[in-house]
């Protein structure tokens, strides 16, 4: 069965640090793979995504994300980060070989950036 | 350029009411998903609806609850006779049609249910 993993329940980081949130999966065929953030009260925006291509993609506000297939991780990272970051980041999956074409979300990782 | 709409934004209920829950997609978007979201939890899938087809309710239980997404108008989750344990935001999700994977949802801002 597809699944989503985030292994972190929070991560702390210094403003102007690297970030990195981290995100494993498991499908059966070749995954979609997508983050999202969520501010408080507020419903998810859309970050970026993986489909085909290069392994690192770029999203918005300066969030990138790194494909690896034998790892089968898709971690989320930031150069430096900003206090503006801190909020709830969802990882999701979409299993393109389940049939239905669902998709899955991880539990989230609440990132706090620290001035 | 509207997205998606969720009304009501707050709703409280008694126990043993009805619940209805709409959600208008982004105009153009033909599929519907519904999620549900505890405090401090992540989004646990509902049911994904086409127009005037239910495509995938694995996630929803088996009484209940119910969705629909006619042909006209907003998709609407019902909850029947709720419970407390049915507190929660409810998150509607909206992605246009001849999607075969690759396009994310939109997400409205949800709509938090209380049951007293």
């Known amino acids: 069965a597809q699944s989503v993993a985030q292994p972190e329940d929070q991560v702390n980081v210094a403003e102007g640090n690297p970030l990195t949130v981290k995100c494993t999966y498991s499908v059966s065929g070749n995954p979609y793979l997508f983050w999202y953030v969520q501010y408080p009260n507020r419903g998810l925006q859309f970050l970026l995504k993986y489909i085909t291509g290069d392994n690192l993609v770029k999203g918005s506000y300066g969030f990138e994300a790194e494909f690896n297939k034998s790892q089968t991780s898709f971690h989320l990272k930031k150069p430096s980060a900003l206090v503006s970051d801190s909020a709830l980041y969802f990882c999701?999956?979409?299993?393109?070989?389940?049939?239905?074409?669902?998709?899955?979300f991880g539990t989230g990782t609440r990132l706090k950036v620290l001035a | 350029n509207a997205g998606v709409m969720q009304n009501p934004r707050h709703l409280v209920r008694r126990r043993g009411q009805e619940a209805r829950l709409r959600c208008s997609p982004v105009k153009g978007h033909s599929h519907v998903y519904w999620y549900r979201q505890l405090p401090e939890e992540g989004l646990k899938f509902m049911v994904y609806?086409?127009?005037?087809?239910?495509?995938?309710e694995s996630g929803m239980p088996k009484e209940r609850f119910s969705a629909e997404f006619p042909k006209e108008g907003p998709s609407i989750l019902r909850i029947q006779q709720v419970v407390r344990g049915d507190s929660a935001a409810y998150f509607c999700?909206?992605?246009?049609?001849?999607?075969?994977?690759?396009?994310?949802?939109?997400f409205g801002d949800g709509t938090r249910l209380s049951i007293l």
């Open positions: 999700a909206s992605s246009p049609p001849g999607s075969q994977g690759g396009r994310p949802q939109h």
């Open positions: 999701a999956v979409r299993d393109m070989g389940s049939g239905t074409y669902k998709y899955i």
């Open positions: 609806l086409q127009k005037e087809n239910i495509i995938d």
